[in-house]
């Protein structure tokens, strides 16, 4: 998959993006460090980047939401509060998650349930990278990375001297009201932006039962809930304020952020559990040019994060405490080519104290340091550019009660991309990516209602190493543009979260949890045991876009454009492992097909998406059936570079039953039905 190198470049900083000409629409520049750039039509590795405007026409509920109709991506999918994204079939702890280059520091990774802390309403941009490469910003980013930018920042001196803009979303399946604003002052060197917004929806509207047509007709019962999906309401608001001093070639700035949110669990009805979190973020960012001794540019990123949520049994019951609160250092400094190579090396230093407190406490309290370093480099040799980067860590996790363990993943890769012509581009990558567990796979022990399992980690587990080759084709010929990313990752030792046909009471009757005998052991016996082991595994797939002009006549755009996203995970063989090799929560092939029409200030696109059933399930998983949505959408500006502009959403017109594979509630809560959605946004 791709290598560092373009991991990192594309992440380090938010830009204005540079318009480049592309079939009915304009290709964005992806971000880079200095002096390494690229984009995303060069990209060894599958690239996406959402900038503003891009993002007013995508549902913003939530960060997997906003992303889930990039080619490879998909969602959890935990009801209308939290849905973290799925990057070709890997997701968790795998898919590292950053707030303006650095680690967002809440527990998202730790559990499907608990919400992401960055913020897609709030964002100026959004850039993904798709695969096991991502390897500059953490050892656990080798599925890829989700770069969340809100510009509190500045990297340059704003060109008024007070502007701003406001936002309003309704929504009618959930009767749903979001509203954000922010206001940017500037003087001198100074600038100063102040931001809020608030999210407040009902419980939303479903097509039929709760539960879907595979359990009822595994289990024999019928659900209750028909028409509107209990437990599934959200109340969130956040505020923040960001400060920069801007000089020639230099910035520095610091932000401070504060969340709070409250959101149902579905899946158990009306008295099923909620969540009640706070998070105080506090940003410290600054980059300068050098010129010296070598190094052209350096950079640095320092973040601390405070946060909490209770888990409310009943919905006003506290529970069990979820906590992290840590920091993190990043620093880069890009460097003059050596041996002909143009490079950057950096730092990376993060620590957290996190864990949880109370009846549902399956993770113990522990501290986690890790520190790496990184370095990256590109050649070119005319119509070839030869790259490649390296990475080291040292991760340590420490529980309140039990020893300690180590782990020293180091990662590698290489790759190379032909200039075959100027309309066509090959490249292909090879990488080495190595991962150290997480406290929750090591240490987890104890029920959790949220996904209604009881996990259990294995202290025992080592590092997981996956060995990847990825092929890239950019096509841009007249009319018709054309992106294909295939893959292939051979793990070593995959960590994976799987049923095993036991319950927790099996567990306790084999004595092997006395201390979750008597009332512990009648209230969650039945949960089934969901336990974290190592076994090798094969990812194969690939995305394909294809984009064409089919009209262009004065201010008259027609476009049609067509995705296809697969991939296909098994462990492998195994002696004693039994037959069935799939791994769990894989997503299925996915098919988007779409028509836009551009004509002044007024954009209408209609879109179709296919996602077939998905059979290739695990022991105790059930499969998901397949679903068809039809949705349209009409964008207007009055006029050209409009202060205002209108967003009318149509998603499931059709009113369909739709479940994602991914997630653990897919059997007891559908995806939203028939929703229309008005947005209005202005700024000065």
């Not at 690229?38 to 997997?64: F, H, I, M, N, Y």
Request: without cysteine; glycine residues 12%; proline residues 5%.
């Amino acid at each position: 998959m791709m290598n560092l190198l373009t991991a990192a470049a594309i992440l380090a900083v938010a830009s204005e993006p540079s318009p480049q000409s592309a079939p009915g629409h304009e290709t964005q520049e992806v971000v880079v460090t200095a002096p390494l750039r690229t984009d995303a039509e060069k990209a060894l590795q599958g690239v996406s980047v959402l900038t503003e405007t891009e993002l007013l026409a995508l549902p913003s509920a939530t960060l997997g939401e906003a992303l889930e109709k990039l080619p490879g991506v998909t969602s959890t999918a935990f009801g209308a509060g939290a849905a973290r994204p799925v990057i070709r079939g890997l997701g968790e702890d795998r898919i590292r998650i950053l707030s303006n280059g650095i680690g967002v520091i809440d527990a998202s990774s730790a559990s499907p349930d608990h919400a992401v802390s960055a913020d897609a309403s709030e964002a100026t941009r959004i850039e993904v990278l798709r695969g096991s490469q991502a390897l500059a910003y953490g050892n656990n980013a080798i599925g890829g990375v989700v770069n969340v930018i809100d510009g509190l920042i500045k990297q340059e001196r704003p060109d008024k001297v007070l502007g701003g803009g406001a936002r309003f979303n309704y929504s009618t399946v959930d009767d749903g009201f979001q509203g954000a604003g922010h206001v940017d002052l500037a003087y001198g060197p100074v600038a100063i932006r102040i931001q809020g917004g608030t999210r407040e929806t009902d419980d939303y509207d479903i097509p039929g039962n709760s539960r879907s047509r595979v359990l009822r007709e595994a289990s024999g019962e019928e659900d209750r809930e028909t028409g509107r999906l209990a437990n599934s309401d959200v109340d969130a608001s956040n505020y923040a304020f960001g400060l920069s001093l801007l000089g020639t070639g230099r910035s520095l700035g610091v932000t401070y952020r504060r969340l709070t949110g409250n959101y149902g669990v579905p899946g158990e009805g009306e008295e099923g559990p909620r969540i009640d979190l706070a998070q105080n973020r506090v940003e410290v960012r600054g980059e300068t040019l050098l010129g010296l001794a070598g190094l052209e540019s350096g950079k640095f990123s320092f973040a601390y994060g405070d946060y909490q949520h209770v888990e409310l049994e009943g919905g006003v019951e506290p529970a069990t405490l979820f906590f992290n609160r840590g920091y993190e250092f990043r620093a880069e400094l890009a460097h003059q080519p050596v041996l002909g190579a143009k490079g950057a090396f950096g730092f990376q230093f993060l620590r957290s104290d996190n864990g949880a407190i109370g009846e549902e406490s399956f993770i113990a309290p522990n501290i986690q340091r890790d520190i790496g370093g990184f370095w990256l480099g590109r050649r070119e040799f005319g119509a070839l550019s030869l790259e490649a980067g390296a990475r080291i860590d040292s991760r340590r996790i420490a529980p309140d009660s039990g020893p300690a363990r180590g782990f020293t993943p180091a990662s590698f890769s290489f790759g190379g991309a032909w200039q075959a012509s100027e309309t066509l581009l090959l490249g292909l990558t090879f990488a080495r990516a190595q991962r150290a567990p997480n406290p929750a796979e090591l240490f987890a022990l104890g029920p959790h209602l949220a996904t209604a399992n009881f996990e259990l980690g294995d202290a025992d587990i080592g590092i997981e190493t996956g060995n990847s080759f990825e092929f890239a084709t950019h096509w841009h010929f007249s009319r018709l543009k054309v992106d294909l990313h295939g893959f292939h990752t051979r793990f070593n030792n995959f960590i994976a979260l799987t049923p095993d046909g036991r319950s927790a009471q099996d567990l306790v009757d084999a004595g092997l949890f006395p201390a979750f005998e008597g009332e512990e052991a009648e209230e969650f016996g039945e949960l089934p045991v969901f336990a974290f082991n190592q076994r090798d595994a094969r990812f194969t797939g690939g995305e394909i876009e294809i984009v064409y002009e089919i009209l262009h006549r004065g201010t008259w755009h027609l476009t049609t454009d067509a995705s296809v996203e697969l991939v296909r995970a098994r462990f492998a063989a195994r002696e004693g492992a039994g037959t069935n090799r799939n791994l769990p929560r894989i997503p299925p092939l996915n098919v988007v097909l779409g028509l836009k029409s551009e004509w002044r200030g007024l954009t209408a696109r209609v879109e179709g998406i296919i996602a077939r059933g998905q059979s290739n399930v695990t022991d105790f998983e059930l499969p998901t059936d397949g679903y068809r949505f039809l949705n349209a959408q009409l964008i207007w500006q009055p006029r050209k570079n409009s202060p205002v502009t209108l967003v009318i959403d149509g998603r499931n017109l059709t009113d369909a039953d739709a479940r994602l594979a991914t997630s653990f509630l897919k059997d007891v809560a559908p995806l939203p039905g028939r929703n229309i959605r008005f947005t209005l946004k202005a700024a000065f």
